[in-house]
């Protein structure tokens, strides 16, 4: 059976929510009542945050190699999610699970500028929309517990 264009292949959806589960455990682990995991779940969601942010960019890197277009203008914005994260780990856990919160949201934009203009899959945004919507549900979250 042919794969949709419009549909993410079987294992890119496993592996992209298995990827998110991480994201879920810290939030639970960083609500205000979760007493001493409170802080590890506020230092795993920035910092696995910054590891994923930096990775998705590495996607537009790979996206950009394999169409021969090699240009600052498009490795360069391949490389700016790993430098948000490099700040937003220097920030710490309030401001920098804000910025990883609107840079992952400014990404998924830049997805589907890039989906449309026929530089990534058709089905790539399917697989980024609910993706984003979990991870940032989970930033928001450790960023809320971060000032208590």
Not at 6 to 26: D, E, K, T, W
Not at 50 to 72: E, K, Q, T, Y
Not at 120 to 147: E, F, K
Request: glycine share 12%.
């Amino acid at each position: 059976m042919a794969q949709n264009i419009c549909h993410p292949p079987v294992i890119s959806r496993q592996l992209g929510y298995a990827g998110a589960v991480p994201f879920v455990v810290g939030a639970i682990a960083a609500l205000p009542f979760s007493g001493i995991y409170r802080d590890y779940g506020i230092w795993l969601l920035l910092n696995y945050g910054a590891i994923i942010f930096s990775f998705m960019g590495g996607v537009h890197w790979g996206a950009a190699m394999l169409r021969g277009d090699l240009g600052i203008k498009t490795l360069g914005c391949s490389v700016i999610p790993s430098l948000i994260s490099l700040l937003a780990v220097c920030l710490g856990a309030n401001a920098g699970l804000w910025l990883l919160l609107i840079g992952f949201v400014g990404l998924l934009y830049y997805d589907e500028f890039e989906t449309k203009h026929g530089r990534v899959p058709n089905w790539y945004p399917s697989l980024r929309r609910p993706l984003t919507c979990i991870v940032v549900s989970c930033l928001a979250i450790g960023a809320i517990s971060a000032i208590y």
